[in-house]
């Protein structure tokens, strides 16, 4: 490298001399003037510094910008295993918001309601639930890509501990990256146990605050309120901590909730706004479909001109259904949604006739995807038959994994996959292994549609088989050869480009990326590729039985009259 001048460098680093010298001065680098040449490795020096201080700086402006966007209120998803009191729950936070507002009015159902949060210690403000409780509506929203819960309130009913969908809801929370709180409901009742919920979470791997973890465990009772306070003001401890913001200048952006057709109003959507102010008049696109908002109601049934971020409201203005869990954005006018839906329309139907190739089908082409990427994370579901399997193939699975593989177990639990499961593994670009249960038709056909990878065993040494092979890599797809047609050799021209032979394709077909066998007298005497096909003068990608071609082939000239040009190609084996 040659030597750098300072007034160079200076230039180079687009900054003035003066700044330049003060830096080697504070360096402690000595010069003559800012014509003097430094050496490599103080150039080098400056560089780095100059580079790092820039990226301070930059970060300390983003920081400084993300400051100035105002705090949004936190969207609260309840899950929970079935009866366990997530629905009661809703409705009394529902019915004590309106108890407060002495309104006794009429509630919309717009996908999510508002519950204001006046504390006396000082923890204030809003949080929004989402309407729906249940993960499978959760995960389907999110399937589409969408996050829309920052936390998820866990309901266990302290009488019955963690069931099944408790770990369910579990998984599907963390797989969305939610915060979890859970909520130990049913405290009024005499055989409640709040020990057993802490012990049941303890065998999950979630410490509770009370036995010295994070895990927030809050005794409620649904039906008379006990704790629901205390929840409340967790939520917003969590969400301070989660520092949620959103730009209510921004274009609105946000989710569609959920979508009804009203026969008489027509398409209603429920929309989450995530940022951004959306308003009456605003075009806004929603995957194919477009609306212009004509109309929009909250969750109290007041009328609205505009609503911000952390809000939901039902509109009225799409002419078509907008599906739950897509996302939504604002655009300028009618021109714009309307070219922008036809154009996802087209995008859609062109990759619906083209081969699916970014799903991964089995788990070869989970692998191998995962090589490609940087993902370095098996996700996992695992369901066996027995609580004894259950632990057992958790820790031997612990032990397979290493420094560059880690196996995510989203969720291990006793029963057979479900449909919720393949959503989960869906979402999670993961797969299911069950053991000694087996998944229902229903399961199998709907884990094929969704191309996630869905296998049972029996031999736990299989299982753990397959999974050491997806932790190593190793498990490389297996090719098998498929004939695709013969062409015989019924004239040789020798060109000034090459020697071609001119074929009868006898049966199949000859295609231009396929392997061929030069077979003389049933003979194998060349193995290659073709390099051009063509029929008259023109190249083509493949010729059928009955028409005549001229071939020439990659490093091969000597055909005689009769050859037979056997085309072939490799094709996967899919393995199960
Ligand atoms: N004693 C008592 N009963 C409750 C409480 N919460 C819910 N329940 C009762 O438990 C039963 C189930 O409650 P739901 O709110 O329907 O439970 P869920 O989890 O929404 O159930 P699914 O929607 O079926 O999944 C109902 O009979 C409720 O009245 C509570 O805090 N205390």
Redesign the pocket.
Known sequence: MAKVRIYQLAKELGMTNEELLEILDNMGVEYKSHASTLEDETAAAVKELIGEQRLAEEAKKAEEARKAIPHRAPVVVIM????????????YLRKSRIAEKEAGGITQHVGAFEVKVASSSGTAGTVVFIDT??HEAFTSIRERGAKVADIAVI?I?ADDGVMP?TREAIAHAKAAGAKLIFAA?????PQANLDKVYQDLMREGIVPVAYGGDAEVLP?????GQGVQDLLETILITAELEDLRADPNAEAVGVVIESRVDKQAGVLASLLVQQGTLRVGDYVVAGEHWGKIRAMTDSEGARRNQTGPSTAVQVLGFSELPSAGTTFEWVPDQVAAKEITEERRLEREASAAAPEVNRPRNIADLLRQMQGSEQKEINLILRTDTQGSLEAIQQILAREQNEEVRINLLLAAVGAPSESDVLLASTANGAIFSFGVAPAGSVKKMAEQKGVPLQSFRIIYELIDEVRKMVRGQREPVYKEEVLGQAEVRAVFKLSSGVVAGCMVTSGKITRGADIRVLRKKQEVWKGKIHALKRFKDDVREVAQGFECGITLEGFTDFQEGDVLEASQQVEVVQD
Do not use: F, R, W, Y
């Not at 409901?185 to 009742?189: E, F, P, T, V």
């Open positions: 929970g295993h079935v009866d366990h009191g997530k629905t009661s729950l809703l409705d409780p249940g309901v009913a969908q409901n049913k405290i009024d009742l409620i009772s649904a039906k008379t």
